[in-house]
């Protein structure tokens, strides 16, 4: 099924996307309760199952619901700022620890070192967080995180 230029996710597929996501976060998350849509980039969104009640076939949609990440190869995920949150609450995988000085900048777009990393593989995305805050997501690498919130997303120096 489509809506507009999106892919709905069959319940198999949804099922997969969970799996993805433990595999990844260590968080088991229900998405069976939305509406899952991926676009021809690979990206995620989560909707509310109401919106097949409408009628959406006069608009050209190409986004709609809460962005919540974007599929990778090697079954990993990147999370949005808001899938970060949704996934982050119960994760026990690939979690950073920023101290207050540390999640300031991080939020204005500079790559940081982190406090303290959960069960954390270099060359993967993980989520940061900051007391009880959750950031984002980023990559961790050897030499710290590399910023990915977007420009529009970032705090002014």
């Given at each position: 099924m489509?809506?507009?230029?999106?892919?709905?996710?069959s319940k198999g597929e949804i099922k997969d996307l969970e799996?993805?996501?433990?595999?990844?976060?260590?968080s088991k998350v229900n998405l069976r309760d939305f509406l899952v849509l991926v676009n021809k980039k690979n990206k995620?969104?989560?909707v509310n199952k109401e919106v097949l009640n409408l009628d959406l076939s006069?608009?050209?949609i190409n986004a709609l619901g809460l962005?919540?990440?974007?599929l990778k190869r090697n079954e990993k995920i990147h999370l949005t700022i808001e899938?970060?949150?949704i996934v982050g609450k119960n994760a026990?995988?690939?979690l950073v620890i920023l101290d207050e000085k540390n999640a300031i900048k991080f939020m204005q777009g500079a790559s940081v070192k982190p406090k303290e990393k959960i069960n954390c593989e270099y060359h993967n995305f993980v989520?940061?967080?900051?007391?009880k805050d959750i950031l984002g997501s980023s990559l961790l690498l050897e030499d710290g995180l590399k910023n990915l919130i977007p420009k529009s997303r970032r705090l002014p120096f």
């Amino acid at each position: 099924m489509q809506i507009g230029k999106m892919k709905v996710l069959s319940k198999g597929e949804i099922k997969d996307l969970e799996r993805r996501i433990e595999k990844n976060y260590g968080s088991k998350v229900n998405l069976r309760d939305f509406l899952v849509l991926v676009n021809k980039k690979n990206k995620i969104w989560l909707v509310n199952k109401e919106v097949l009640n409408l009628d959406l076939s006069k608009l050209r949609i190409n986004a709609l619901g809460l962005g919540f990440g974007k599929l990778k190869r090697n079954e990993k995920i990147h999370l949005t700022i808001e899938g970060s949150q949704i996934v982050g609450k119960n994760a026990t995988k690939n979690l950073v620890i920023l101290d207050e000085k540390n999640a300031i900048k991080f939020m204005q777009g500079a790559s940081v070192k982190p406090k303290e990393k959960i069960n954390c593989e270099y060359h993967n995305f993980v989520i940061v967080k900051s007391g009880k805050d959750i950031l984002g997501s980023s990559l961790l690498l050897e030499d710290g995180l590399k910023n990915l919130i977007p420009k529009s997303r970032r705090l002014p120096f």
